[in-house]
């Protein structure tokens, strides 16, 4: 896990929002920022371009919120957008429904105001409540729209893998994956010790396991590092479970192992002086002998759960575009070169046919192609049990409606009633481990259990013989 919150790109939230809004304006109710009760925040009028009597900036403080109430004449979902400045770069704002969910909304930096499709809102009859609240601050607010939602056309899932070798098992995933998308969630949980205090603490195992092949990365093992993920995920796959696998690959080299920047950060941008651009720049330098290296030592754990028939969620190159990581601190075409890749490395030369490849990023600019990836996915931290609608929205934009779309890492685990009512049909969901599964500020016990225990969600005992359905 990086940073909390992923990026949207302004391709993506900026081209979007204002082509729809373009469309429907007609239709929306505009709620001015300067009407709205204001916390810590001001009205100013000193940046131009903003619609009504001015906007509201000052967001430099945690507390800082705008409360604006909205009217409905039933209980529908609306499509929310935001008209924001971003002259102080790029930041994320929390939207708030009536005091309960919470949705995470990346505002892209502009030099004018601009707007931003913040997902779907599901208003009461009568009058409710949107909040803005700071988060990581810093931007202006000119107003908010709420426009009718139209009716999710039905899914066009691409039948097929994008490896066309892939073996039974990997294929039998996808079905089974392509099968239940839209009618039910698959639980899951990272690490096994976590998934463990799922079991005690909850009463139910999640379907899904996660692990991470971090400790196998070369410069890890150079330290001592060891890792019983590959027995974990194998355990697992025995019960009848499916495992996604994550890979925080520590930098090949350039470490700084320095008190500040210890070696086992070396998957951090800030902890490593290595350049993915350069390495990548031909294929006869030093670095990109060991990028190569740690490909083909991944491969060798790949291979052995190919070898014990479990196939794989595989997630490389996690949350690329947020920039902490070092395989995305060079912008989008180094990190789209490297997926590809370890794409063809690991399918072509070393023939690993049990991946199903999971893309995970919202950014279209970011995006490697439909060839190589077979589920869309991103990483939400947001606490509320929300629905995650802004990022969902996001990724069925990002592959038109044609793949499968997962929630690959939450916080806090999202509530059912909200996935159907907002048809949020996310595939999967992994919770992380520490601070999060196990923290009632993101996930309250009661909440737990009742999600766990719903119908929608399936949990372990739920997907027996999967691979046959």
């Not at 590092?225 to 890979?247: C, L, N, P, R, Y």
Request: charged share 20%; glycine share 8%; net charge negative.
């Amino acid at each position: 896990m990086g940073k909390l919150y992923v990026l949207v790109s302004a391709a993506l939230t900026l081209l979007c929002a204002e082509a729809h809004t373009l469309g429907r304006r007609q239709d929306a109710q505009i709620y001015e920022a300067e009407d709205a009760v204001l916390s810590g925040v001001a009205v100013d009028t000193a940046q131009a371009g903003y619609s009504g009597a001015g906007y509201v900036g000052g967001f430099d403080e945690a507390a800082d919120n705008i409360t604006f109430t909205v009217t409905s004449d039933s209980t529908r979902l609306y499509d929310l957008s935001i008209r924001y400045a971003g002259i102080y770069g790029a930041k994320v704002t929390t939207v708030v429904l009536n005091g309960g969910a919470r949705t995470d909304v990346s505002l892209a930096e502009t030099s004018e105001f601009a707007t931003v499709e913040g997902g779907q809102l599901l208003l009461n009859e009568g009058e409710n409540t949107i909040e803005i609240l700071d988060n990581w601050g810093w931007y202006l607010i000119d107003y908010i729209s709420v426009t009718p939602s139209a009716p999710r056309a039905p899914h066009s899932v691409t039948p097929t893998l994008s490896n066309p070798n892939a073996d039974a098992g990997a294929t039998a995933l996808y079905q089974y994956l392509t099968s239940i998308y839209g009618k039910n969630i698959l639980s899951g949980q990272q690490d096994a010790v976590w998934a463990d205090w799922v079991t005690q603490n909850v009463g139910k195992t999640p379907a899904v396991l996660g692990v991470d092949l971090i400790e196998y990365s070369p410069s890890r093992v150079e330290h001592g590092s060891t890792s019983t993920a590959v027995e974990d995920a194998i355990a697992h796959a025995q019960k009848g479970g499916i495992v996604t696998v994550v890979w925080h690959w520590n930098a090949p080299t350039g470490l700084y192992d320095t008190e500040a920047e210890p070696w086992w950060r070396g998957f951090y941008t800030e902890a490593t002086d290595f350049d993915i651009a350069a390495a990548l720049s031909d294929t006869t330098n030093a670095n990109y002998t060991l990028v190569i290296r740690d490909i083909d030592a991944i491969a060798v754990q790949l291979k052995r759960l190919q070898d014990a028939n479990v196939p794989i969620l595989f997630r490389p190159l996690h949350e690329a575009e947020g920039g902490w990581f070092w395989w995305g601190a060079k912008g989008p075409e180094p990190a789209k070169k490297l997926w590809k890749l370890i794409y063809d490395r690991w399918t072509n030369y070393h023939g690993i046919n049990n991946l199903v490849w999971v893309w995970n990023s919202v950014a279209p600019d970011w995006y490697p192609g439909d060839d190589v990836a077979d589920v869309l996915s991103t990483d939400v931290y947001s606490t509320g049990n929300g629905p995650m609608s802004a990022q969902y929205n996001s990724l069925i934009d990002l592959g038109n409606d044609t793949k499968i779309i997962a929630a690959a890492e939450v916080g806090s685990v999202p509530l059912p009633a909200l996935l159907e009512a907002y048809e949020a049909d996310w595939a999967w969901f992994c919770t992380w481990g520490d601070t999060f599964i196990n923290n009632e500020e993101y996930n309250p016990a009661e909440v737990l259990k009742e999600i766990y225990n719903d119908d929608y969600v399936l949990t372990l005992d739920e997907i027996q013989g999967w691979r046959g359905a």
